[in-house]
């Protein structure tokens, strides 16, 4: 499918319904919808969205990206109370059936495959459709259904420039296109010129929205997660796979919209249960060290995080701060970032934090920043920083000559976690 329709990202619309109308727009065939956009925590909301939906019974498919190792983790269907991702024979069936619907004409990668989920959504009886945006809002594949459930923004940040505009407000009017007339939208925390943008939008076409610190708030007490909105003051056990204080926002705004969804059916002991259950790979997880037990010292904790932009930098970096606070260890940062990336802005949220910083490359990845520049550039900010031909190596140099358990973080790219993730097999559910 890739070599088929190598243009990655073309943002537009008309490729889209016009494939959705050879195949008889099961678009309209869907599911209630819950759409998803923004910069940071789209996948972790969903993944709690999901959890809470499960532990209250209900049929739940959903759609996201990228894939971190295998294709099929993109599409998940509802399957024995579970949100699971497409077999291999249904999701074969699916790319053919497109492919052969849409011919010759221009489509790309991202278009096909999402009319492909959008196909096997239709096919299947759920109670709900979770969709996440590929990139941006108004012009994302994903953005076809005219009356969601619920339209949601995480917190919106500088990334994608190139695509979607240099200044803040002008990525917001883009994820702001997912709103939709009459249809409630639910917006995660966010700075305060990106809330005017998404409130003139909304009053526009006449969105009500529920806004974090006017409609709901969420933080976290004495080791317990608490909810409020008007009519709820919830009590909760903080997130155990999903750490942080950014899971935090992110599980509060799936509760925000859950409440919307499920109003008087909403319980507490299915939240209690989604808190402990919900997984997303890649976000902060804590991988075994023995699984990489040649590479490591016997008790380094080893970390992995996908994050690709200063926003995600920062709360990486303030819980990796967190935890200095309770068990404290030398930081090691392993590191490789595609080109385009804002380089500088994600590595300057660990000055003070990281002792090390090893740079890697991405296998497989075109776009991938060269090791040495990226090095190079740790220097130049004040860094004392190494290269690696691949992860492990980088763990091995991390190990060599230290005498002290470490701390040690791989980040700065979905792409790079997905490579450590398929390289040991690990389990994308699972965070230890």
Not at 128 to 136: A, I, K, Q
Not at 189 to 197: A, E, K, Y
Not at 248 to 270: S, V
Request: with cysteine; charged share 20%.
């Amino acid at each position: 499918m890739q070599n088929l329709h190598p243009k990655s990202i073309d943002l537009s619309l008309d490729r889209v319904f016009q494939l959705l109308e050879k195949l008889n727009n099961p678009h309209e065939k869907l599911p209630p919808v819950v759409h998803v956009a923004g910069t940071n925590g789209k996948g972790s909301v969903l993944a709690f969205l999901t959890a809470i939906l499960n532990a209250h019974g209900f049929k739940v498919q959903r759609f996201s990206s990228p894939h971190l190792v295998h294709f099929h983790e993109r599409i998940n269907l509802a399957e024995n109370g579970k949100t699971v991702p497409i077999s291999e024979k249904l999701l074969a069936e699916l790319l053919a059936r497109t492919q052969k619907a849409n011919g010759d004409a221009p489509i790309t990668f991202f278009e096909i495959t999402t009319v492909a989920a959008l196909l096997a959504f239709s096919q299947q009886k759920a109670d709900w459709c979770l969709l996440e945006t590929g990139l941006g809002g108004r012009l994302d594949a994903t953005n076809v259904v005219d009356q969601p459930a619920a339209s949601v923004i995480t917190p919106i940040s500088i990334d994608h420039q190139r695509f979607l505009g240099s200044e803040i407000t002008d990525i917001a009017k883009e994820k702001a296109g997912i709103l939709k007339p009459g249809m409630p939208g639910f917006i995660g925390l966010q700075p305060s010129n990106v809330l005017d943008v998404l409130q003139e939008r909304a009053q526009e076409i006449g969105a009500p929205l529920f806004i974090r610190g006017q409609d709901y708030d969420v933080y976290a007490q004495r080791g317990r997660l608490i909810y409020s909105s008007a009519d709820q003051l919830i009590d909760l056990p903080l997130p155990r796979n999903l750490i942080g204080r950014h899971q935090i926002e992110n599980a509060g705004l799936a509760i925000a919209i859950g409440q919307h969804l499920l109003g008087d059916n909403l319980q507490q002991n299915d939240l209690s249960h989604a808190m402990e259950t919900a997984a997303w790979p890649a976000r902060m997880q804590k991988l075994k060290a023995l699984d990489y037990s040649e590479h490591l010292r016997k008790d380094d904790e080893l970390w992995l995080d996908g994050g690709h932009n200063p926003s995600a930098a920062a709360a990486l970096a303030e819980l990796v701060g967190d935890l200095e606070e309770k068990v404290p260890r030398p930081l090691h940062l392993i590191i490789g970032m595609m080109t385009g990336k804002d380089v500088r802005g994600f590595l300057h949220e660990f000055h003070g934090l990281a002792a090390q910083v090893i740079a890697v490359p991405i296998p497989g990845e075109d776009g991938a920043m060269n090791a040495d520049d990226l090095a190079d550039l740790a220097v130049e900010m004040g860094f004392e920083a190494d290269t690696a031909s691949s992860f492990q190596e980088a763990l091995q140099i991390s190990a060599s000559g230290r005498h002290e358990d470490a701390r040690i973080v791989i980040c700065g790219s979905l792409y790079l976690a997905g490579h450590v993730l398929g390289a040991n097999n690990t389990s994308l559910n699972e965070a230890v």
